[in-house]
Nanobody, 119 residues
Framework: QVHLVESGGGLVQPGGSLRLSCAAS????????MGWYRQAPGKERELVAH?????TNYADSVKGRFTISRDNTKNTHLQMNSLKPEDTAVYYC???????????????WGQGTQVTVSS
C-alpha cells in the first residue's frame, strides 16, 4: 500500500499565499518523481508542478508564482504566492512510486485538498 496525504489547503484572499504539503507513506522502495495537479469544477485535471531528478517543471499559468520542492524522498511541498481567483481548484499530490526493487514505477494519488482564492 502507498498513501499520499495532502495538507495546507484553505481559503485565501487574492494576492495571498498558501503552502501545500504532501507526505507519502507505506511500502515504498523509491519515489522517482512527485508533482501537483489541480482540477477546477467543469475543467480537466491539469499539471501544476513536477519535480524529478532535481529538475522542476511548471504550468505556464503558475510560473514565477509557485515553487515545488522536496525536503526528503517522501515529502513534497508547493509554495503558492500571488494567488489568483483562477487558482481555485482541488489540488492533488501525485507520486511515481516503486514499491519494491522488483516493481515498475506506478502513479499514486492523494485525496486532494481544496484551495479557494476569493475576497
Amino acid at each position: 500500500q502507498v498513501h499520499l496525504v495532502e495538507s495546507g489547503g484553505g481559503l485565501v484572499q487574492p494576492g495571498g499565499s498558501l503552502r501545500l504539503s504532501c507526505a507519502a507513506s507505506g511500502n515504498i522502495f523509491s519515489i522517482n518523481a512527485m508533482g501537483w495537479y489541480r482540477q477546477a469544477p467543469g475543467k480537466e485535471r491539469e499539471l501544476v508542478a513536477h519535480i524529478t531528478g532535481g529538475s522542476t517543471n511548471y504550468a505556464d499559468s503558475v510560473k514565477g508564482r509557485f515553487t515545488i520542492s522536496r525536503d526528503n524522498t517522501k515529502n513534497t511541498h508547493l509554495q503558492m504566492n500571488s494567488l489568483k481567483p483562477e487558482d481555485t481548484a482541488v489540488y492533488y499530490c501525485n507520486a511515481v512510486v516503486r514499491q519494491t526493487v522488483f516493481s515498475r514505477p506506478t502513479d499514486y494519488w492523494g485525496q486532494g485538498t481544496q484551495v479557494t482564492v476569493s475576497s
